[in-house]
Structures are given as C-alpha cells and as structure tokens.
C-alpha cells in the first residue's frame, strides 16, 4: 500500500482558494462545514497529493467517502475547471508581461524625449549617469513635471558661455527643482519664494556660507508674502540689490508694517535693518 504524505499547509489553502472554499460533493461553503483536502483517486489505489488530485471536501462528506473516486462526471468537471483557471492564470500572465513591455517602451521613449530636450536647450549631451537620474526621477515624478523642472534649472542655472560645470549644476538642480515639484505639498507660490532665495544666493557669498542668514532669508520671503509683498516685487528686487543687507531693508521698507519689522528682530525704522 502507498505511503500517505501529508499534505502542507500551503497546498491546502490554494485547493481551498481554487474551490471557493466550498466542498465539491454537497455544495457547502466554510464557514457552515469544516473543510478537509480530499484525495480525487484515492492513495490506496496510487493517487498522489498533487494539486490536480485534490478536491475539497466537508468533514462529513470525507468521513464517509473512504477511498470512493467522485463520479466520473463529478471528476470530469473538477479536471475542467482545473484547467479553465490553469488557462486564466497563463492568459493573466501573458497580459502582464506584454503590460511590463510596454511600460519598458513607454519609459525609454520619455527618456528619449527628456534627453532630447536637454541637448536642445543646453547643447550638450546627457552621460549615461544623467540617463540613469532622469529615470530613478520618472519612478516619483512625471515626464511633465520633470521636463518642467529641465527648462526651469537651464533658465536659472546654465551659463552658455561658461565651463560644463555651469551644464552640470544645472542639470542637478533640475532634478532637485522636480523632486519639490513632486512633493505632496508642493505649490508654486512656494516654489516661487525658494526660485528668489536661489538668486538672492547666488548673488551673496554671504548667504551661500551662512546657513543661519540662508535661514532668515527663507524666513523674510514667507512672512514677506504673508503680509502682502508681491512676488514680482520680491523676485525683482532680488536680482537688482546691491547685497542682501539692502534687500532686506527694500522688503521691510515695502511692507510698512510693524509686525513683519518686529518679527524678523527689528525696530520698523531701524538704521541697521
């Protein structure tokens, strides 16, 4: 006689799972009955617990079966399902592989486009390095956005006649200006106040050096909004000050109100403001 195995846990479940969880010779459905994994052709006549030979079955169904085969109609239809959700399953994943190359197609194609666009407004060609961040950026970002944030960098950072530092500073920009653009709270009132500190930056040594002052600034720009500057005042006269002493005293003097001067430390009037 055949030695019985028992059967895993696992391969339980997924007979369960293939039979709705319902035994196949009276029809009930756990959590009515207690089901068992029943063996199709029995282990006493050579019947192995393969998938195919598994059947489930209620506790009263199985304990009075013994080692009777199902039907052979009963057996037919079981093998036919089988073979209808063996068939679905292959369908299900020849979809997803045609799914996954697509998206693989899609994707060179935006970075095809997003290195196009690079060459075209800066000149020069992406190394596979910038291939490799404009794809780990497309994961979070969209081409959109991203293309978006190419343009944005090149009109703030890329210097044509300078060396290809100037090409490289602003591509690692575009990819920091995307991942704020893809931030759940990203606005671009927001966006804008950090554009005007980048120039107030670039154009003092002494905020490029001191995060301190880099933080006042940042400070300045949103209270600044908050109490009504314009944007288009602030971005103006960020890249026209002669330092950025005289930009903060031009923003405080703009706004006139006591609360923005006391705010930032000031006396409203204050010669050294």
């Known amino acids: 006689m055949p030695k019985r195995k028992a059967i895993s846990k696992s391969t339980r479940f997924e007979v369960f799972k293939r039979d709705s969880f319902q035994c196949q010779y009276c029809g009930q459905c756990a959590p009515d009955v207690v089901l068992n994994v029943d063996h199709i052709n029995p282990v006493s006549k050579g ?7 598994l059947v489930t ?21 079981i093998e036919k399902n089988q073979l209808d959700s063996l068939q679905k399953r292959k369908e299900q994943i020849e979809m997803m592989s045609e799914w996954r190359k697509s998206l693989s197609s899609i994707e060179e194609e935006e970075i095809s486009y997003l290195a196009d666009l ?20 497309l994961k979070k970002s969209s081409v959109n ?21 100037s090409v490289e ?3 690692n920009m575009a990819i920091k ?3 704020i653009r893809s931030k759940p709270d990203h606005s671009p009132e927001k966006e804008r106040i950090y554009y005007i500190r980048g120039i107030l930056r670039n154009r003092s ?10 933080h006042n600034c940042t400070k300045l720009l949103f209270l600044a909004v908050d109490y009504g500057v314009p944007l288009e005042f ?26 923005l001067w006391s705010e930032m430390g000031y006396v409203e009037g204050d010669e050294n403001a």
């Not at 690079?118 to 950026?137: A, H, P, V």
């Open 47 to 53: 019947g192995d617990n393969s998938i195919v030979n």
């Open 57 to 77: 079955s209620c506790q009263e169904c199985n304990a009075g079966k013994s080692d009777r085969k199902l039907s052979d109609k009963s057996r037919v239809m």
């Open 118 to 137: 690079w060459e075209s407004i800066t000149g020069y060609s992406l190394t596979d390095t910038g291939i490799k961040k404009l794809k780990r950026s």
């Open 145 to 165: 956005v991203l293309s978006g944030s190419l343009e944005a960098a090149v009109e703030q950072y890329f210097e044509p006649y300078e060396t290809k530092d």
């Open 169 to 171: 500073k602003a591509f």
């Open 177 to 179: 200006i995307c991942r």
């Open 205 to 214: 040594n002494y905020l490029a050096t001191t995060p301190v002052a880099l």
């Open 234 to 259: 602030l971005e103006e006269t960020a890249k026209t000050c002669d330092f950025y002493g005289d930009f903060e005293h031009k923003i405080l003097e703009y706004a006139d109100n006591d609360e």
